[in-house]
């Protein structure tokens, strides 16, 4: 009779909230996994997104936010699911409680670091479109490609060169010249 595996024990909100300060972590099912610190190319291309992304919401006088890693959101909490993607849009005010949000936000942005591109490209994908993101992109510095996934209606994912225009789909009229973006990176 084969021995009786160890069950993992399952993090829980109250243990990742009591993490010591600087740990960075992402809740799988339950199961932590640590953080590696972001690239100087992968923090300077967050800073553009994220500065355009600012941008166009203010000067559309918009409801929405948007948030830099690390900024904590709560996609489920039985098993525990918490990431924390490179960039975040939310619209729905409701999903904010002044330390993260609870819920799916509406965009996200993750930036690719080198020897952990399967998280963003298989693992956060798949949690992203079950619970409810409307479009997340993959930023693929090393590839110099850009994937929009847009999960409302048809599903489209395509694949974009950095030479690209690259339309922001929850939104009518944002385009992201990814060309000038990079010509000063």
């Not at 609870?102 to 998280?119: K, Q, V």
Request: proline content about 7%; hydrophobic content about 40%.
């Amino acid at each position: 009779m084969p021995a009786l595996q160890p069950q993992p024990e399952f993090m829980t909100l109250a243990q990742y909230e009591s993490l010591p300060e600087g740990v960075r972590v992402e809740v799988f099912d339950g199961i932590p996994c640590d953080m590696a610190s972001p690239s100087q190319i992968h923090q300077t291309i967050l800073t553009e997104l994220l500065v355009l992304l600012r941008d166009y919401i203010r000067k559309k006088g918009g409801k929405c936010s948007v948030f830099p890693a690390p900024f904590d959101t709560v996609l489920n909490d039985s098993p525990l699911l918490i990431v924390q993607p490179d960039i975040l849009v939310v619209c729905d005010k409701d999903k904010l409680d002044g330390k993260r949000c609870n819920g799916a936000p509406d965009f996200i942005i993750e930036i690719t670091s080198p020897g952990n591109s399967s998280d963003d490209y298989i693992r956060k994908l798949y949690y992203y479109q079950k619970y409810g993101v409307r479009e997340y992109w993959i930023v693929d510095p090393e590839r110099r490609i850009v994937s929009v996934n847009y999960f409302e209606g048809d599903l489209i994912n395509v694949t974009y060169s950095f030479a690209s225009t690259i339309k922001v789909n929850i939104y009518g009229d944002l385009l992201i010249d990814f060309a000038e973006l990079m010509s000063g990176i």
